[in-house]
C-alpha cells in the first residue's frame, strides 16, 4: 500500500519541516498556525519541548484533540486553566468530554497513515471500504488539489446519530434540519455510520466528500470560501471511484433546468459568506449544483489541475471568484459565467418535477423518510391501504390504492415504486416491475431498497450480471442489509470470485451476530483442552 | 361400644334434648314478646291519631324472626354430644377432660382401648349423677315466658280500646281518608250571565293575559293564575262576595256591584286541592241571600319537563377524557329553568350543571360533551348518569324530570388500548377484505343491463365478516368517539349505496345523474371504508409501537445490568449468566410478538430484523459459554447490550419525533380554532349591527322579513309533504321511489336556501322542484294506467301540494323582489360591506388552511374542510348582498357562515380529541375552547352503534318497511322516543 504522508511525516521527523513553512520544536505560535493550516506534523514538531505554561498545555491539549488523543486533550486542557476557566476554555473542556463519551467503547484501526476509530460490532462492516476509498480519495483526487496535508488522516465512525451530534459540537437540532452526517473538522472526518440513518446513505462518496474538505481546508490555508469549497468537493467526490465527473442528481438536474429556463441561477455574491443563508433548501440544493457544475466546467475547459491552480490563488490571498475567473476565463469572470451558463444549456438535464431526498436520522419508515410520501399524508395513506391489502394477498386491489398515490404532476416515489414493482411481480408481470424500478432508480439513485428489489428481480430471472451490480449499489447505501451481504456472497461465489464471496459472507456474520466472529482455533489442534 | 361409653352418650343426649326445649320455649317467648311490643305499640298509635308506619311494624316482626333465627341456630348446636360434653366438663371440673377424652377415643380409637374403658367407667358416675338443670338451668326461659306474657296482657287490653287490635291490619290497609265531601249546597240559585273571564298567568310562564268572553264561568288554569271575573245579574243585588269552595281556606273575595248589575270580582286558583274545586258568588239583598251557580275550577298542573337522552345504548364503555357525546332534548309546558348531569356512583349521588337558560324557554336540545373527568370521575369507576331537568314553576315549586339512565364505564386517559386493540386490529383486517372487493368490483357494471338484486346479494356477501365482528365486538357500546364515528360513516354510506343499487331499475342502463349518483355512492363508500381502515390501522400501530418501544427499553436496561452484574464470566458464575440470557430471551420474544401487529410496514420489517439479529446473537452468546469460550461469551455479551441499547434508542427518537409533529400538527389545530372562533365573533357581530341597521332604518322590510317568513313555511310543508311522498313510494320502488327521493331533494335543497335567506338559490331551487312535481305527477298518471301499483292514490294527491307550495313560492319571490330596501338601509348596508369582504378574505384564508390541517389528519375531517368552504363562500355571498343593499340575503349569508365557522370547529375539536386518545396527540390537546354543553351541535354522527336495523339485513324492502313499522308502533317511554323517532326518520328515507 502506498503510503500516503510519508514524505511529510519524514520531513518532520527530521527536521520538523512543513508546507505551511519551517517549524521549530518549543515554537508555539508556529505550532498554532500549523494547527489553523491542518498540518499536524509541523504542529507536532513544534510541541516538542513545550508544556510549562498554561497556554503551551492548551496548544498541546489541541494537538492531541486533533490527533484523537482525546483523553490526553482533556487531561492538559484542565491542567492549562485553574478552577475557575475561561468561557472558551470551559467550552474546550466541555467539548472535548462531550467527545470522551461519544467514542465510549470505540477502538482504533490503522493502516497505512488512515486511522479509523469506530465501536466494534456491526460497523467493522464499513472498515475496509473506509480504508479502499480514503486510499483511492488520495490516490486520485488529492493530486488534482494539491496533494494531502501531511501528518496522517483520521476518521471516526459514529455509530448513532446522537455519538455524532455529541462529537460534532452542532445543536441537534440543525444537525436534525440540515441533514448534516459527517464533517470534516479539527484535522479529522467525522462520519455518522450509514446505519444510523433510515435507509442508510452514499456514505462513501461521503467520506470523499469530507476528506476534500480536509485537503482544500490545507491547501487554502484555509481561504477557500464555502461555495468553492463545495462546489470542488461536490464536483470531485466520485472521482475516487471514477474517472469523470458524474450527473449531478436528477433532483438538482430539475432545479438547474427550470433556474436556466426561467433565469432564477442564484448569483454568487448571495452565497457569500454562507449558503446556510439562503431562504430555502430548495435554493441552497440548487447554489450546491450551480457551484459543483462550475468546477466541473473550470476542469473541463481548462485541465484537471483546474482546482488546484484556483486553490494556490485563493491561499495567496486571491478573492475565490476571481481566482476562478483568472484560471478559467483569464480573469473575466463575466466571460467565465456566460460559458459556463451556456455549458449547461448543452446539457440533457433532467426537466421533470422530482422531490427531495430528505437525510432523515435515526430509524423511521420509509415512508417517513420518502421524498414525497413524508410531506404528502394524503398520498401515504393510500400507499398504507395498499401495504394492507398486500399483506391480506390481495395484488390487484393494492395496486388500485398504490396507483392513487402516484401524483399527477411527477413520478411515482422511490418507496412507492419498489410496492409497485412488488405488486407487480406477485401478480407475474416481473417485466412491469423491472421497468418500475429501472425507472426510478433514475430518479432516485440513493435510494438502497430500489437496488435491492430491482437485484432480486434480475437475480430470480438469471441476470446475475446486472443483479450483482444492483445489490452492490444497494450495499454502498445500506451495507447493513444482511440479506443483500447474503446474496452477494452466493452470486460471487457462483461466478468463481471467492475472496469477495467469503469477504461478503463474513459480512453477514458480523450483521447477524453484531460484530465478528471469534478467530477459528488453529487448525490441527483440538478446540478444547481434555 | 362398651356398656359406660353408651351410657354416657346416652346421658348426654338426655342433656341436649332438655336444652333445645329450654330454647324452644325461650325462643317462642321472645318472639311472641316482641311481636306483642309493636302491635300494642302500633294501637296505641292508631288511636292517638297517628297512622304509624307500616314499615315499623314490618321491622318489629322481622327483628322477631331475626331473633328467632338466632336461637335456631342454638338449637342446632345442642344436638352435638360433645358441645354437651364440654357443658358436662364446665360444671364438674374435676372430670379434667377425661369425659372428652372419652369421646374423642370412642369416635377415634387410638392409644390404649383399655386405659379409655376404664376412665369411661371412672367419669360416668359422676355424669350421670349430674342434675340436668346444673348443666341447662331453665331460668332464661322462664323469665322469658313471664315477660311475653306479660306483654300479650297488655296487648290483648287494647280491645278495650276504639280502635282495637282486630282493625288494626285493615286500619294500614286502607287509604289515606279523604275529608268527608262538601255537603252539596241545595235551593234556588241566582241568575248570573255575561260572564267574561280574563286570565293573568303567573309571570314564569310567559304566557300572556287572555279574555275570554261569554264564558260558561269554568276556569281552566294553571294553579297561581289570577282570574278576573266580570259578569251581569238579573236582579240588583246589595252585596256580594265570591266564594271558592275546594281550595285553601281564606276569606271570601270581594265583588265590586255596578249600577247596571254588572259584577267585578277576582279569584287565583289554587295551588292544591284536595277535591273539586268551585267558584260561586253569594248574593245579599231584599233581606236574604242568594247564591249564584257553581263554577268549576279546573287545574292545568305544570307537569314536570320531559327529558330524554339519545343513547342508543343504555351502557358504555368510555375512556376519563372522552366527551359522553350523548344528544339529549328537554321539554316542559312553561319553561325550564336548569338541565343538569345527575352521576350516581355507588351510594353517592351529585350533579353537574349542563344549561341553565336566562330566558323563559320550553324546548332544549343538545349534546353532552362534558367528560367523565369533568364529571368527577375516575378511571375504574362505573357510573349511573341522567339527564335531570327543572322546570320554573315559581308558584307550587320547581319540578325535576329525569332521562333513562346511561350506564358508563370509565377507563383510562386515551381509553383502555390494551383492551380495544385486538377488536380494532380484527375490525380492520376484515375491513380491508372488504375494500379489497369493492376496489375491484365497486359497483354494477353500468354498460349492461343492471341486475342490482343479483350485484347486491354478492356485495352484501362481503360485509358478513365485518358484521359478524361488529356483532360480536362492538354492540355494547365499545370503542371510543372516533371508532363509533368510523363505523357509522361506514353503515351510512353502505346503505345509501345498496339502497340505490336495489332501487336501479331491473333492465336498462344506466345513465345520467342516476348513474352520476350510483358512481358517487361507491365512492363514498369506498372513501368511508378507507378512512375506517386508516382510523383503526393507526390506532394499532401506535399502540403497537408504543408497547415495542417499551419491551426495547426494558431490554436494554436488563441487558446493561447484565454486564454490569457479569464484568467477567466464569465456570462459577456462568450458569447464573445464561439465566440472564434466557430473560433476555424471554423479553425478546415479547418483542417480536408485539411487533407483528406492525405487520409488514418497514418499521416492522426494522423491528423484525433486529430481533432475528438479537436472537443470532443471543445464541451466539450462549454457544460460547456451553463450550467453555467465556471470553468470547462475555465479548458477545457487551455487543448484545450495546446493539439492544441502540435498538432502543432508536426507537424512542422515532417515537420523538412522532410525538413532536403530533405537537406541531396540535398547535397547528388549535391556531386555526382560535382563528375561527375570532372570525365567528367578528362574523356575529356584524350581523348584529346589519340587523340593527335593518331595524333602524327598514321598518319597511317588515313586509320582506314576512314574505321570507312564509317562503320557509310553504318550504317546510314541501319537505313534509315530500316525506310522505318517499314513504308511500317506498314499497313500490323502482323509478316511482327514485322519482319520490329526488323530488324529496329538491324540496330540502330548497328549504335549505329559504334558511339561508338565498333569494338567488331559492328561485332555482322553487323552480326544480316545481318541474320535478309536475314530472313526477305524470309519472304517477301513467303507473296508474299500468293498473299495476297499489297505494299510489295517498302519493298522488300529494304531490300537486309540493307543486302547489313551490310555485307560491316563485310568487312571494317576485314580491320579495319588489321589496326594495330604504335607500338608508342600502347605504348603511354598503358601509358594512366593506368590513364583511374583509371578513370573507379571512374566511377563505382560513379554508386553505384548513384543507392543509385536513390532509394531515389520519380521519381527513371531512367536516372541517366543508364547513371552512361553506364559511367562505357564505360570507362572500353576504358581502355582494349587502353592496347590492339586499338585508335579507345578507342575514342569510352571514348566518350560513357561522354555522359552517361551526361545523368546522365541531370537527376540528373532535379531531384533536380523537388524536389525544389515540396516543399520538400528546401535544395536540384540544382544539381551541370547550364548545359550551348544549350548543348546536347539530350532527349525529357519534351516537354510538345503530340501533335501527339495517335495510340489507331484510330480503326485501317490504320485510325492511314492515321492520320499521312495527319499531314505530306503540306507546314508548319518554327515554326511547329519539329512538322511536329515528324509525320514522327511516322509514321516510326508505
Redesign the interface.
Known amino acids: 500500500m502506498k503510503n500516503l504522508f510519508a514524505s511529510s511525516v519524514l520531513a518532520a521527523l527530521l527536521g520538523g519541516f512543513g508546507p505551511a513553512g519551517q517549524a521549530w520544536a518549543g515554537d508555539l505560535a508556529r505550532g498554532e498556525v500549523c494547527i489553523a493550516a491542518a498540518d499536524l506534523a509541523c504542529a507536532r514538531a513544534a510541541a516538542v519541548g513545550l508544556g510549562g505554561t498554561p497556554r503551551e498545555r492548551g496548544f498541546l491539549a489541541e494537538l492531541a484533540f486533533h490527533e484523537q488523543r482525546f483523553d490526553d486533550a482533556l487531561r492538559l486542557l484542565k491542567a492549562s486553566t485553574g478552577p475557575a476557566p475561561e468561557s472558551s476554555t470551559q467550552n474546550g473542556i466541555d467539548l472535548y468530554k462531550a467527545t470522551l463519551e461519544a467514542v465510549a467503547g470505540f477502538v482504533s484501526e490503522t493502516r497505512g497513515d488512515v486511522t479509523v476509530m469506530y465501536l466494534p460490532g456491526t460497523d467493522e462492516v464499513l472498515l475496509d471500504d473506509t480504508f479502499t476509498t480514503l486510499q483511492a480519495a488520495h490516490d486520485r483526487i488529492g493530486p488534482r488539489l494539491g496533494g494531502a496535508p501531511p501528518g496522517g488522516v483520521r476518521v471516526e465512525i459514529y455509530p448513532t446519530a446522537a455519538r455524532f451530534i455529541a462529537a460534532s459540537g452542532i445543536p441537534a437540532e440543525s444537525v436534525r434540519t440540515t441533514g448534516v452526517v459527517a464533517l470534516s473538522k479539527w484535522s479529522r472526518l467525522l462520519l455518522t455510520s450509514p446505519r444510523a440513518l433510515a435507509r442508510g446513505y452514499a456514505w462513501k462518496d461521503t467520506l470523499a466528500h469530507e476528506y476534500i474538505h480536509y485537503v482544500v481546508a490545507y491547501n487554502s490555508a484555509d481561504n477557500a470560501p464555502v461555495w468553492l469549497q463545495e462546489g470542488i468537493a461536490r464536483s470531485h467526490e466520485v472521482l475516487w471511484r471514477r474517472d469523470d465527473f458524474a450527473e449531478l442528481p436528477a433532483y438538482q438536474q430539475s432545479l438547474l433546468a427550470e433556474a436556466l429556463s426561467t433565469g432564477t441561477l442564484v448569483p454568487l455574491e448571495r452565497m457569500h459568506p454562507s449558503m446556510a443563508f439562503l431562504p430555502s433548501a430548495e435554493l441552497a440544493s440548487l447554489a450546491f449544483a450551480q457551484v459543483a457544475t462550475m468546477v466541473e466546467f473550470l476542469a473541463n475547459t481548462t485541465g484537471s489541475d483546474a482546482a488546484r491552480r484556483v486553490l494556490l490563488k485563493v491561499k495567496d490571498g486571491t478573492d475565490a471568484l476571481a481566482a476562478v475567473a483568472e484560471v478559467g476565463a483569464n480573469g473575466d469572470a463575466g466571460a467565465f459565467m456566460t460559458g459556463w451558463t451556456n455549458w449547461l444549456k448543452t446539457l440533457r438535464l433532467v426537466s421533470r418535477k422530482l422531490a427531495a431526498m430528505p437525510t432523515v436520522i435515526g430509524e423511521g419508515d420509509d415512508l417517513a423518510t420518502d421524498p414525497l410520501l413524508a410531506t404528502r399524508q394524503d398520498l401515504a395513506g393510500f400507499v398504507r391501504l395498499g401495504d394492507l391489502l398486500f399483506e391480506a394477498k390481495r395484488s390487484s386491489a393494492a395496486l388500485v390504492e398504490y396507483q392513487k398515490a402516484v401524483p399527477e404532476d411527477e413520478p411515482a416515489s422511490p418507496a412507492l415504486a419498489v410496492r409497485l414493482a412488488r405488486a407487480h411481480r406477485s401478480l407475474g408481470d416481473d417485466a412491469r416491475a423491472i421497468l418500475i424500478l429501472r425507472a426510478s432508480i433514475i430518479d432516485y439513485p440513493e435510494y438502497a431498497n430500489s437496488h435491492k428489489e430491482l437485484a432480486q428481480q434480475l437475480q430470480r430471472r438469471g441476470v446475475t450480471g446486472e443483479a450483482t451490480t444492483e445489490y452492490l449499489s444497494s450495499a454502498d447505501i445500506n451495507p447493513f442489509d444482511p440479506d443483500v451481504q447474503s446474496a452477494l456472497a452466493t452470486l460471487y461465489a457462483a461466478s468463481g470470485n471467492a475472496p469477495e464471496a467469503a469477504r461478503r459472507r463474513r459480512y453477514e456474520r458480523i450483521l447477524r451476530l453484531g460484530g465478528s466472529p471469534p478467530p477459528a482455533p488453529p487448525a490441527g489442534l483440538p478446540e478444547q483442552i481434555p | 361400644m362398651s356398656a359406660p361409653r353408651h351410657q354416657i352418650q346416652h346421658h348426654l343426649l338426655r342433656i341436649a334434648r332438655r336444652e333445645r326445649t329450654l330454647l324452644t320455649l325461650e325462643s317462642l317467648s321472645v318472639f311472641i314478646g316482641v311481636m306483642s311490643a309493636g302491635m300494642l305499640v302500633a294501637v296505641l298509635a292508631l288511636n292517638l291519631g297517628y297512622r304509624a308506619p307500616v314499615g315499623g311494624l314490618m321491622a318489629l316482626a322481622l327483628s322477631a324472626v331475626a331473633i328467632g333465627g338466632w336461637r335456631f341456630r342454638d338449637f342446632r348446636r345442642a344436638g352435638e354430644v360433645r358441645r354437651q360434653a364440654l357443658r358436662v366438663e364446665a360444671a364438674l371440673p374435676l372430670l379434667a377432660g377425661e369425659l372428652l377424652t372419652v369421646l374423642d377415643r370412642s369416635a377415634r380409637p387410638l392409644g390404649s382401648e383399655v386405659l379409655v374403658e376404664r376412665m369411661a367407667r371412672r367419669v360416668l358416675a359422676p355424669v350421670q349423677t349430674l342434675p340436668l338443670r346444673a348443666v341447662h338451668p331453665a331460668r332464661p326461659a322462664v323469665l322469658a315466658l313471664v315477660l311475653a306474657a306479660c306483654l300479650g296482657l297488655l296487648f290483648s287490653l287494647t280491645a278495650l280500646l276504639p280502635i282495637g287490635p282486630g282493625s288494626l291490619l285493615a286500619a294500614y290497609q286502607q287509604p289515606a281518608q279523604s275529608p268527608p265531601p262538601l255537603a252539596p249546597v241545595v235551593g234556588p240559585r241566582a241568575v248570573v250571565g255575561d260572564i267574561t273571564l280574563r286570565y293573568l298567568y303567573p309571570v314564569y310562564t310567559g304566557l300572556a293575559p287572555m279574555e275570554v268572553p261569554n264564558s260558561n264561568g269554568d276556569v281552566h288554569a294553571p294553579p297561581g293564575t289570577t282570574v278576573e271575573v266580570r259578569a251581569r245579574s238579573q236582579v240588583a243585588w246589595t252585596s256580594a262576595v265570591l266564594e271558592l269552595e275546594g281550595g285553601p281556606e281564606g276569606e271570601p273575595g270581594a265583588v265590586e256591584l255596578g249600577p247596571d248589575r254588572s259584577i267585578r270580582s277576582s279569584l287565583t286558583v289554587p295551588v292544591a286541592a284536595a277535591g273539586d274545586v268551585v267558584w260561586r258568588f253569594r248574593f245579599q239583598g231584599g233581606g236574604g241571600s242568594m247564591l249564584s251557580p257553581d263554577y268549576r275550577v279546573i287545574l292545568d298542573a305544570d307537569l314536570a319537563p320531559q327529558v330524554a337522552v339519545d343513547a342508543r345504548q343504555n351502557r358504555a364503555s368510555m375512556a376519563v377524557n372522552e366527551p359522553l357525546g350523548v344528544p339529549w332534548r328537554v321539554h316542559d309546558d312553561y319553561g325550564i329553568r336548569k338541565v343538569v348531569i345527575e352521576v350516581r356512583r355507588r351510594d353517592k349521588t351529585w350533579e353537574v350543571e349542563v344549561r341553565a337558560p336566562i330566558n323563559v324557554i320550553t324546548d332544549l336540545d343538545g349534546r353532552l360533551l362534558l367528560t367523565p373527568e369533568e364529571l368527577n370521575l375516575q378511571p375504574g369507576d362505573s357510573a349511573r348518569l341522567r339527564v335531570k331537568a327543572w322546570d320554573n314553576d315559581d308558584v307550587s315549586g320547581s319540578k325535576p324530570g329525569w332521562s333513562g339512565v346511561i350506564e358508563v364505564t370509565v377507563s383510562g386517559a386515551g381509553g383502555d388500548h390494551s383492551r380495544l386493540l385486538p377488536a380494532r386490529k380484527e375490525l ?2 376484515a375491513l ?2 372488504v ?3 369493492f ?2 368490483d365497486p359497483e354494477p357494471a353500468l354498460d349492461v343491463p343492471l341486475d342490482g338484486a343479483a350485484w347486491s346479494k354478492r356485495a352484501l356477501g362481503r360485509y358478513d365478516d365485518y358484521d359478524s365482528i361488529v356483532g360480536r365486538s362492538w354492540a355494547a357500546g365499545q370503542g371510543m368517539q372516533a371508532d363509533r364515528t368510523a363505523l357509522q360513516e361506514v353503515e351510512d354510506r353502505r346503505r345509501t349505496l345498496f339502497a340505490l343499487v336495489r332501487a336501479a331499475p331491473a333492465a336498462g342502463l344506466l345513465a345520467g345523474l342516476e348513474r352520476d349518483a350510483l358512481v358517487a355512492a361507491q365512492r363514498a363508500h369506498v372513501v368511508a371504508v ?1 378512512g375506517a ?2 382510523l383503526f ?1 393507526q390506532m394499532v400501530q401506535t399502540a403497537a409501537l408504543k408497547r415495542v418501544s417499551e419491551l426495547a427499553q426494558q431490554m436494554a436496561d436488563e441487558a446493561a445490568e447484565m454486564n454490569a452484574d457479569f464484568p467477567v464470566i466464569t465456570e462459577e458464575n456462568a450458569a447464573a449468566a445464561l439465566a440472564r440470557l434466557d430473560q433476555l430471551e424471554r423479553v425478546l420474544r415479547e418483542l417480536s410478538a408485539a411487533a407483528a401487529q406492525l ?5 416492522g420489517e ?1 423491528t423484525n ?1 433486529a430481533a ?3 436472537k ?2 443471543l445464541a ?1 452468546a450462549r454457544k ?1 459459554m456451553q ?3 467465556f471470553d ?1 461469551a462475555k ?2 455479551m457487551d ?2 447490550a ?2 439492544m441499547r ?1 435498538f432502543a ?3 424512542a ?2 417515537q420523538k ?1 412522532g410525538e413532536e409533529s403530533s405537537q406541531a400538527l396540535g398547535n397547528e389545530m388549535k391556531e386555526l380554532d382560535q382563528k375561527l372562533e375570532v372570525l365567528q365573533a367578528d362574523q356575529a357581530a356584524l350581523r348584529d349591527r346589519t340587523e340593527q341597521a335593518r331595524e333602524k332604518h327598514g321598518p319597511g322590510m317588515d313586509e320582506a322579513v314576512a314574505i321570507w317568513k312564509e317562503i320557509e313555511g310553504h318550504a317546510q310543508s314541501a319537505v313534509a309533504a315530500s316525506a310522505v311522498v318517499t314513504a308511500g313510494a317506498g314499497p313500490i320502488g323502482g323509478a316511482i321511489f327514485r322519482g319520490a327521493n329526488d323530488l324529496k331533494s329538491e324540496a330540502e335543497g330548497l328549504l335549505d336556501a329559504a334558511r339561508a335567506r338565498n333569494a338567488e338559490l331559492a328561485r332555482s331551487r322553487a323552480e326544480t322542484t316545481a318541474q320535478e312535481a309536475r314530472g313526477y305527477s305524470r309519472m304517477l298518471g301513467w303507473a296508474a294506467q299500468d293498473g299495476q301499483r297499489s297505494g299510489l292514490p295517498e302519493v298522488s294527491r300529494t304531490v300537486p301540494a309540493i307543486q302547489a307550495h313551490a310555485e307560491k313560492i316563485q310568487t312571494l319571490l317576485e314580491r320579495l323582489a319588489r321589496a326594495q330596501a330604504p335607500p338608508e338601509l342600502q347605504q348603511a348596508l354598503q358601509k358594512l360591506s366593506a368590513e364583511q369582504q374583509k371578513i370573507s378574505e379571512r374566511a377563505q384564508e382560513l379554508s386553505k388552511q384548513a384543507e392543509g390541517v385536513a ?4 380521519m381527513k375531517a371531512p367536516g372541517l374542510q366543508k364547513g371552512a368552504e361553506q364559511a367562505s363562500a357564505e360570507t362572500a355571498r353576504a358581502a355582494d348582498a349587502m353592496r347590492r343593499g339586499d338585508p335579507m340575503s345578507a342575514a342569510g349569508g352571514q348566518q350560513a357562515a357561522e354555522d359552517g365557522i361551526q361545523e368546522a370547529r365541531d370537527a376540528l375539536q373532535q379531531a384533536a380529541e380523537t388524536l389525544q386518545s389515540m396516543g399520538e396527540g400528546e401535544g395536540a390537546g384540544k382544539a381551541g375552547e370547550e364548545p359550551s354543553e348544549g350548543g348546536q351541535h347539530s350532527g349525529d354522527q357519534n351516537l354510538g352503534m345503530m340501533a335501527i336495523p339495517a335495510p340489507e339485513e331484510f330480503e326485501t324492502d317490504r320485510a325492511y318497511r314492515e321492520a320499521l313499522m312495527e319499531g314505530m308502533q306503540g306507546e314508548v317511554p319518554e327515554q326511547y322516543r329519539s329512538t322511536n323517532l329515528r324509525y320514522y326518520e327511516e322509514l321516510v328515507r326508505q
Open positions: 380492520r383486517d380491508v377484505l375494500l379489497a372487493d376496489l375491484l378507507e381502515v386508516l390501522d405487520g409488514q410496514s418497514s418499521l426494522f430484523q432475528d439479529r438479537m443470532d446473537m451466539e460460547a463450550e467453555g469460550r468470547d465479548t458477545q455487543r448484545i450495546e446493539e441502540q434508542d432508536g426507537l427518537d422515532q419525533r390532509q394531515q389528519l389520519p
